[in-house]
């Protein structure tokens, strides 16, 4: 069952959602969703070319983390107030500035999905990872793709995605423990 409005309201009041800072501003919330916002964190990946070298990532590699990779290949960014322009292919990581936690006991998932004005112009905001299991908290991390042929510029605070809250059936056995927990900007 998909939260409105007036739900996700009563569920933040109930601690049920908590959303750090809470989004104030009445045009944050749609009928079924909550708008967060873009930090001024990004991580941009390397150009890495190397003639004659033919590079392939795979993570089902032993020992092969995430968080090791993203560290050797990317480069922190902090965006300045006038933002960052994604170029046509272009891929980074961003953060919402918005701390989410959905407390187990809460009972509630969540949905990740891009803004349509942003996906209007070729920037997509997730790529297969839109779940936000209960239990998690932390900072939620977005893949951003410009997939347009346009020059688009992000700037932080910018609306840049929205949560769809889902009440889940029972309380699970255990919360989302997985390497992304408590996950902070590595900007």
């Known amino acids: 069952m998909i939260l409105t409005d007036r739900e996700i309201q009563a569920a933040l009041d109930n601690k049920q ?3 750090e ?10 009928s079924t969703s909550l708008d967060l916002t873009l930090s001024k964190f990004l991580r941009v990946w390397k150009a890495i070319t190397v003639p004659g070298v033919d590079q392939v990532v795979c993570p089902a590699t032993q020992g092969y983390t995430f968080n090791k990779f993203v560290q050797s290949y990317s480069d922190p960014l902090e965006m300045k107030a006038d933002g960052f322009i994604l170029e046509p292919s272009a891929f980074v990581l961003g953060w919402t500035a918005e701390t989410v936690s959905l407390p187990v006991e809460g009972r509630v998932a969540a949905r990740v999905e891009g803004k349509s004005s942003l996906a209007r112009l070729g920037i997509g905001i997730h790529i297969t990872a839109p779940t936000i299991h209960a239990g998690f908290k932390g900072l939620i991390q977005l893949e951003i793709c410009n997939h347009g042929s346009l020059r688009v510029k992000v700037v932080p605070g910018m609306p ?6 889902e009440q889940t059936l029972g309380t699970p056995a255990k919360g989302y ?3 992304f927990f408590e996950q902070q900007s590595q900007g």
């Open 177 to 179: 423990k997985g390497q």
């Open 21 to 30: 800072p809470r989004p104030s501003d009445i045009t944050s919330y749609s």
């Open 17 to 19: 959602i908590l959303i």
């Open 160 to 165: 840049v995605c929205q949560l769809i809250f």
